[in-house]
T-cell receptor, first 115, second 110 residues
Framework: DTEVTQTPKHLVMGMTNKKSLKCEQHMGHRAMYWYKQKAKKPPELMFVYSYEKLSINESVPSRFSPECPNSSLLNLHLHALQPEDSALYLC??????????????FGPGTRLTVL | GENVEQHPSTLSVQEGDSAVIKCTYSDSASNYFPWYKQELGKRPQLIIDIRSNVGEKKDQRIAVTLNKTAKHFSLHITETQPEDSAVYFCAATGANNLFFGTGTRLTVIP
């Protein structure tokens, strides 16, 4: 399996809802990432997990809560989001963040709309 | 941190012509430079990458060049086809994170 998968593909939620995004990879990668991408912009790094431990949090608001239950799974829990949080949320993985050449593979993304 | 600049922001070429996209980076410690192609509504897909110990790499119609001294790298697409139309992002790896350029929207006119 050489893909990163994400569910759901689309999500519409109200500002009071709680929802979760899921990401999965079975390539044996030990680094996983969450990115946020607004229209016509590059992906923007949110969180990095390395060996199931959170290693980077790019000053993301607490209404976004990441979780890495095991080396293959990455979740992003959403609560009390704002309309400006509407975006494409991309998950990525790489073999090992400590490697010099760290090729990242992206999932198809979850298109999130906050009403 | 790393800062990656990308030009042009939009590029239109006739089918069969070549397209060149240029990026500069700021961190001399960056050592890995991937290029991603992103079609509308889809994931970024790695199309080619280059490591800092190599000056040029080619894969069929796509080539990338790297000038470490000047801190710039470029993507070259030859014999462009309509399916090459997409947004292209360059990136540089600094501190083991990817820093993306702002993207180039390439349109290949049939």
């Amino acid at each position: 399996d050489t893909e990163v998968t994400q569910t759901p593909k689309h999500l519409v939620m109200g500002m009071t809802n709680k929802k979760s995004l899921k990401c999965e990879q079975h390539m044996g990668h030990r680094a996983m990432y969450w990115y946020k991408q607004k229209a016509k912009k590059p992906p923007e790094l949110m969180f990095v997990y390395s060996y199931e431990k959170l290693s980077i949090n790019e000053s993301v608001p607490s209404r976004f809560s990441p979780e890495c239950p095991n080396s293959s799974l990455l979740n992003l829990h959403l609560h009390a989001l704002q309309p400006e949080d509407s975006a494409l949320y991309l998950c990525a993985s790489s073999q090992d963040r400590r490697r010099s050449y760290n090729e990242q593979f992206f999932g198809p993304g979850t298109r999130l709309t906050v009403l | 941190g790393e800062n990656v600049e990308q030009h042009p922001s939009t590029l239109s070429v006739q089918e069969g012509d070549s397209a060149v996209i240029k990026c500069t980076y700021s961190d001399s410690a960056s050592n890995y430079f991937p290029w991603y192609k992103q079609e509308l509504g889809k994931r970024p897909q790695l199309i080619i990458d280059i490591r800092s110990n190599v000056g040029e790499k080619k894969d069929q119609r796509i080539a990338v060049t790297l000038n470490k001294t000047a801190k710039h790298f470029s993507l070259h697409i030859t014999e462009t086809q309509p399916e090459d139309s997409a947004v292209y992002f360059c990136a540089a790896t600094g501190a083991n994170n990817l820093f993306f350029g702002t993207g180039t929207r390439l349109t290949v006119i049939p």
